[in-house]
Structure formats: structure tokens, C-alpha cells
């Protein structure tokens, strides 16, 4: 009869010890004596988890946990002090012979996983790392924990991965990479619900409530942050009660900062010293929402399906985010934007569903019983970049629109400011790095690390490029392409530079000519063809309209001084000079009429393209300070010209609703996303023959198409929206009637298809 050797346990929090006591109760099921090895990080016996384990082995304290000074230095110094004398109390205890080669386990990623990996390897056993993988390629932050995870991964033999990211992360490593797909916790968690209330939150419990737990020594050493996220706290407390969870690091550090006094005289705040992990479960089970800068509390949240603000800028887990959690933007006021978010609703979770781990099993059971189509995405900007268009709002809707169960998108683009390193949005992992031009060498590097992980690279064409013929296999390369440039480089460049660009665009596009290719109109698949593209590797997906149309019944009455509107950026192509001068030639032969721009504001551009036709043509202009719909028959009458700056979804969808017409004279677009909105509400377009707009206005058939692209043009249209009034209504119902079909287009069906 085989002889099984003990299992040790490398523990040194209570965190460590939540995550790995399922897996001691079940090796003791199996007749495995284990021991366990406390660091003394925290004071493990006193954990009300212990009951419940029925330990039968032993359990060796190294330190205790009032020998450590509650910060940085403090904890590096105990670290030291204690791994110096851990060896020969280990051996004393359990004898070397027997520890070498014995199974090692330690978990996560604190000081003390890192210090049973050292200790374990002294003794020559065999290191296992319980939730092994997880990165975020950020040495710096977590500070220490991404140390401790790539020091204890270099030690470690047998690696337990919880799910397919975490194994990427570890296939450079020595050893064995297990993916247990699941997290632990889930296990601690389903135990915790059987388990009864023992403190005195009972009382707590029967109320409405959030809970705050800030314990991390990053925050809490910055006295103005925490001094801020106070203050938020006690504003959110005139909403909602809250429950504070007093770790003593908090606490001190509220002593410290002078606010205790001002908590305690809050009847609307609870101080709650720190309880047991079981009671701590069912705050968290029953609390509306919770704000947290907590890595365990993120999975555990997750799994209970709670509303959540991480107070993290980034974060190596990606539980939740984009689902029921959204991570911190490093400022305080971000906890306000948090809690008015969840009063309407924005990020899902809680409810009847928020007190059990049934949305979890139902994510596990999808995850485990598919084989998802993982795509990486790359583009020099993504939908939260500053200038970000229709391309970009586009792109994002197609992804949002894909299953997630079947589809994993990763999306790679530059760093701007003020924007996070990591962020999934809608389940899209966004990761940025660098400027336009070193986004490149990182995409590549990155590629090249996570090669296995993928099975398609899409690279959007939207001026800029990552060059994939160079560096992805061909059965893997997509090539995403809403518009080429065409025309407005005669519009942007003089010769010889305008010819120049246009030879070179040919040139860089035929190095994707033999790629499946995906775009959103004919007129650019045709273009696509003429330079060299093959016609049945070019697929049309239609444009993904982010607002629904509304019912006839809901049109708004247009405006009693006939308005025409524009929407979009402030750029030469754009031919906002042909709508405003179009605008100078209908006041000769009619007085009450308007053009309204919409659009974030180019001063540069006003001044030198406008106001001279301004002038020209004697129109009065208006720049309001903050544009209302409701208002502007009554405060903009007496202007031809208003210039309305960038508008709320709201303003915007009554203005184009209430107006004549949309005038959109663009020289090229990929479809003219304005066109369909307008249309949407009731509106019909007026547009150049251009690529883009002419799919956008069913070739004439759903809006006005110019004679010529000219301000002459653009004015006979206008004049026809006011003269002929049966064409006018026949024009704006076809508009509606052909927009909506773009409803009917399922994009997860048209991708599977393109890519299988």
C-alpha cells in the first residue's frame, strides 16, 4: 500500500486562508494529513474558519501578527526577520527528510506566498501556486503583489491557473500549467451560505445599505485622496446608509487624518469593525452596491452579481469589469459619477440574483462548454479616445454586438490622457499603450507573447495602421476599412503632395488586398475592388446604430422658422462651408431661415472658413454658451447661423428632429451615421454624391442628393425641401422605412459567418 505524504500549507493572510480551506477540506476527505504552515501576516486562529476545517495535522506559527508595523517598511522588515528564522522552525517541527519532496502549497499573490515559494525551495519540495497567472504587466502596480506572483511563478513547479488568460500568462514558466477555469473563492463562497451569522450585523443586515471597504496602504497613505474619498462617502451617506469596514489600517489612518470624529457623528454611517470572512459574505450579499479597492472583494462581488466601484485605476482580475464592476479613474469624484450611476441603474446586478452565485455558475457553465473566437483588435483610437468618430463608435458597437460566450475581443490602441492603462467596456478588454507610432512595436510584442491566445488580428484602416501583412499570418489577418481617402486629398494637400497620397494609399492598401476584409458600404467595397481587393473576401456589415428609431408618433413638430442642421466634426472635407453658404443663398429669396452646427467647436476653422461667408452674405450668427432645444425659436429667432457646440444625445436627436432637413455635404464618408439618426427621427438628408452617402440615402431614393458639389447644390436641395412638399413627405417616410432595416442585421450571425 502506497504511503501518501502529508500536504503543508503555506498561509499568511485570512485572505489566503478564505481562498484555500476548500481545498484542504477536501484533501482531508481523502485521508491527506495536511499542515499548515502561518506565515503570521494576520492571526490565523483567530479566523472562525478554522472551526470548520477540523484540522488534522498541526498548524506552526513563524511570527505574530502584532510584531508587524502596519506599513510598507514595517512589513519588509518582518518579512525579513521572520524568513531568517522560518527555515529552522520548519524543520524542527516536521523533520527536512520529511519535507523534501512533500507538496507545497501557497496562494496568491501576498509577501507570503512569495516567502513559502523561498522557504519551499530551500527544502527542496515540490512548490504548487494556487491561483496562479495573474498579471498586470505592471511591476509597480499592485505594489508588492506583482512581484510576489512573478517571483513565486519562478519557483513554483505545479501552476493552477484559474482560467485561460492566467494560463497565456504562465507558458513561458518550468513545470505544469493546470486551468481549473474557476476561481476557489467560488468554493468559499458557496460554504459561507450555509454557514450562520455569528457578530452583531444582524441588526445591519434588515436595512438598506452600501459598503465601503478601503484598506490598501497606497490609498491610504495619501492623506488629500483619503481626506477627498471621505468626503464622498459621507455626501453618498445622505442617499444611501453606509457601513464602513474598519480594518485597523483604517482606522488609523481616519485617526490620523483627523475624520473619525466627523464619521462617528454621522447617524447615516456605520463604523463596523472588521468581522469574520462568513458574516463579512452576507454584508456583501445584502448591500445595494459596494465600493471597494479590494482584489478578493472584485471576484466576490462578481460571483454575487453586486454593483461595485474598484478603487483601482487597473487591476490584474478581470471579474466583472464591464459587468457588474467598473474600476476607480484615480479621482474621488469618480465615487459620486459611481453611486448616481447606480441609482439609474447603469451597472446592473443586485436584486433577487445579487444574493446568490447562480449567475456565476451560469457564465462557468457557458465558458467551459464553448470554444470562443478570440480576436485582437488594433486601432489608433478606441470609443473613449479624444476625437473618437463614427469609425470608432462603429467598431465598438459591432464587438458589443458579438456573443460573448462565443467571441473574446481584445482591443488594443494608444494611451491618451486621462484614460485607463486596462478597461473592459461591454466585455471589450481595452489595452492601451504608448502614442500612434509606439502603439505599433507594443501591438507586435504583445502579439507575438499572446500568439496562442488568438485566432484573428483585426487591423482598422482609419488613416492610421499596425501594418499586419508584416507580422500576422495570413489565415489570421482581418483588415476593418469603413472609408478610403480618395477625394479629400485634393481637399487637404496641394500638388504635387495630393497625388503623392493618393499613389501611396493605393500602395498601402494592396498589402491587405488578399485579407478577408470587412466594411460597411458598397461604394467602399467597389473602391476596395478597383485598387486590387478580391470581391469575395470583401464583406459588407452594416453600420450598428446605437439609438432605436422613433415611433411616427413621437416626431416632433418642425420648428416654425424652417431649420437645417449639421453634425459632425469641424474639418475641410466636411463641406461646412457649402451647407453655410447654401444657407447665404436661400435668405435672398427666403428671410426666416436657420442653420444650426453642431459639433465640438473649431475656433480656427470659424474664423477663417465661416465668418468670411458669414460676412459675405450678411447671416448673424449666434455662438450660445449652452444650446437648448426647447428654447431656440424663442432665444436663437433673430440669428441665420447658430454655432451650438457639442450637445447631449438628447438635444441633438430633438434638434434633427425638429428640423427641415440634416445637411451633410461630406466629400467621402464611410455611411454618414447622422444620415441614419436623423432619419430615425423623422428627418431626411441632404448630402453630396459621395462614397458613403450615397448607400446612406439609398441612392437617392431615402434623401436629396446634390446636382453638383457646390454651396450651389447644396442650395437647390434646401430650396426643394421648401417648395415641393409631396416629395418632401415621400422623401422622409422612405428615409425611415430604409434606415430601420438596418435593425433587422445580426451582426453575431454576419461575423460568425465571414470567419467560419
Not at 513559502?116 to 502596480?141: D, P, T, W, Y
Not at 462617502?233 to 474598519?246: N, S
Not at 462548454?369 to 465598438?396: C, F, Q
Request: with cysteine; glycine share 6%.
Amino acid at each position: 500500500m502506497e504511503i501518501v505524504k502529508p500536504i503543508y500549507f503555506f498561509i499568511g493572510t485570512e485572505a489566503e486562508l478564505i481562498k484555500i480551506f476548500p481545498v484542504i477540506m477536501e484533501c482531508q476527505e481523502r485521508g491527506i494529513l495536511c499542515h499548515i504552515i502561518a506565515s503570521g501576516q494576520n492571526d490565523l486562529k483567530k479566523s472562525r474558519i478554522l472551526e470548520y476545517i477540523n484540522l488534522n495535522g498541526s498548524i506552526l506559527e513563524l511570527s505574530l501578527e502584532c510584531d508587524i508595523v502596519k506599513s510598507a517598511a514595517g512589513l519588509l522588515n518582518w518579512f525579513w526577520r521572520t524568513k531568517r528564522k522560518a527555515a529552522n522552525l520548519i524543520k524542527n517541527q516536521f523533520g527536512e527528510t520529511n519535507l523534501r519532496e512533500a507538496y507545497l502549497i501557497v496562494h496568491g499573490d501576498t509577501v507570503s506566498t512569495m516567502m513559502g515559494a523561498m522557504l519551499g525551495k530551500k527544502f527542496g519540495m515540490q512548490i504548487c501556486h494556487v491561483e496562479a497567472g495573474l498579471r498586470s504587466h505592471n511591476l509597480l502596480n499592485p505594489f508588492p503583489e506583482e512581484i510576489d506572483r512573478l517571483i513565486t511563478s519562478k519557483m513554483a513547479r505545479l501552476h493552477f491557473a484559474p482560467g485561460d488568460t492566467s494560463v497565456q500568462n504562465l507558458k513561458n514558466v518550468k513545470g505544469k500549467v493546470i486551468n481549473t477555469q474557476q476561481n476557489t473563492l467560488l468554493d468559499s463562497l458557496r460554504f459561507s451560505e450555509t454557514i450562520p451569522v455569528k457578530s452583531n450585523i444582524g441588526e445591519i443586515l434588515n436595512q438598506t445599505y452600501f459598503v465601503f471597504v478601503m484598506h490598501r496602504q497606497e490609498n491610504l497613505a495619501n492623506r488629500a485622496f483619503v481626506c477627498d474619498v471621505t468626503k464622498e462617502i459621507i455626501e453618498a451617506a445622505k442617499k444611501y446608509k453606509c457601513v464602513i469596514i474598519l480594518h485597523e489600517i483604517t482606522k488609523n489612518a481616519f485617526v490620523k487624518f483627523g475624520l473619525m470624529d466627523n464619521l462617528r457623528s454621522n447617524s447615516n454611517i456605520i463604523l463596523q469593525p472588521r468581522v469574520d470572512y462568513f458574516d463579512f459574505m452576507k454584508l456583501l450579499q445584502n448591500a445595494s452596491f459596494v465600493i471597494t479597492d479590494g482584489g478578493s472583494n472584485q471576484e466576490e462581488l462578481f460571483y454575487m452579481n453586486k454593483p461595485c466601484l474598484i478603487m483601482r485605476k487597473t487591476t490584474e482580475r478581470y471579474e466583472g469589469i464591464g459587468k457588474n464592476a467598473r474600476l476607480f479613474n484615480g479621482k474621488a469624484s469618480d465615487i459620486r459619477t459611481f453611486v448616481d450611476s447606480v441609482g439609474m441603474h447603469k451597472y446592473g446586478g443586485g436584486g433577487a440574483e445579487g444574493t446568490s452565485f447562480q449567475y456565476y455558475r451560469r457564465y462557468a457553465d457557458k465558458r467551459s462548454s464553448h470554444a470562443k473566437i478570440r480576436i485582437l483588435a488594433l486601432s489608433w483610437r478606441d470609443i473613449r479616445s479624444p476625437g473618437a468618430g463614427g469609425a470608432e463608435v462603429n467598431t465598438h458597437a459591432m464587438f458589443k454586438s458579438l456573443d460573448s460566450n462565443l467571441y473574446s475581443i481584445t482591443h488594443i490602441s494608444p494611451l491618451y490622457e486621462n484614460l485607463q492603462e486596462r478597461e473592459c467596456i461591454d466585455d471589450i478588454m481595452y489595452i492601451r499603450h504608448g502614442n500612434i507610432y509606439t502603439v505599433i512595436p507594443f501591438a507586435i510584442r504583445y502579439y507575438k507573447k499572446h500568439r496562442a491566445d488568438f485566432d484573428f488580428v483585426i487591423d482598422q484602416c482609419n488613416t492610421h495602421r499596425f501594418f499586419t501583412p508584416f507580422w500576422v499570418k495570413k489565415c489570421k489577418r482581418i483588415f476593418l476599412i469603413y472609408q478610403l481617402t480618395r477625394d479629400i486629398w485634393d481637399i487637404n494637400m496641394t500638388f504635387p503632395f495630393n497625388k503623392i497620397g493618393k499613389m501611396l494609399e493605393n500602395t498601402l492598401l494592396r498589402l491587405n488586398k488578399n485579407d478577408i476584409t470587412i466594411t460597411e458600404s458598397e461604394s467602399t467595397k467597389n473602391d476596395l475592388i478597383n485598387v486590387g481587393f478580391h470581391g469575395d473576401k470583401v464583406f459588407i456589415i452594416p453600420i450598428i446604430m446605437k439609438i432605436d428609431p422613433w415611433d411616427p408618433k413621437c416626431f416632433l413638430d418642425k420648428s416654425v422658422i424652417p431649420q437645417y442642421v449639421y453634425v459632425g466634426r469641424y474639418a475641410k472635407y466636411k463641406g461646412i462651408d457649402f451647407a453655410v453658404e447654401a444657407l447665404g443663398l436661400l435668405k435672398r429669396e427666403y428671410v426666416k431661415v436657420q442653420l444650426i452646427i453642431f459639433g465640438k467647436k473649431d475656433k480656427e476653422y470659424i474664423q477663417n472658413r465661416l465668418l468670411p461667408i458669414c460676412e459675405k452674405y450678411q447671416l448673424v450668427f449666434f455662438e450660445p454658451k449652452e444650446y437648448d432645444a426647447d428654447q431656440r425659436d424663442k432665444e436663437y429667432g433673430d440669428s441665420d447661423i447658430i454655432f451650438a457646440g457639442y450637445v447631449s444625445e438628447e438635444e441633438k436627436l430633438k434638434s434633427l428632429s425638429r428640423a427641415k432637413a440634416l445637411v451633410f455635404p461630406s466629400n467621402r464618408e464611410g455611411w454618414g451615421i447622422p444620415i441614419s439618426e436623423a432619419a430615425y427621427v423623422g428627418t431626411p438628408s441632404i448630402v453630396f454624391n459621395s462614397a458613403g452617402l450615397i448607400d446612406a440615402v439609398d441612392n437617392g431614393k431615402a434623401g436629396y442628393v446634390c446636382r453638383e458639389k457646390s454651396a450651389l447644390g447644396v442650395y437647390e436641395q434646401m430650396k426643394l425641401t421648401l417648395e415641393d412638399s409631396d416629395l418632401y413627405m415621400h422623401i422622409r417616410e422612405s428615409s425611415y422605412e430604409f434606415t430601420r432595416r438596418y435593425l433587422e442585421v445580426d451582426v453575431n450571425k454576419m461575423m460568425t459567418n465571414i470567419l467560419v
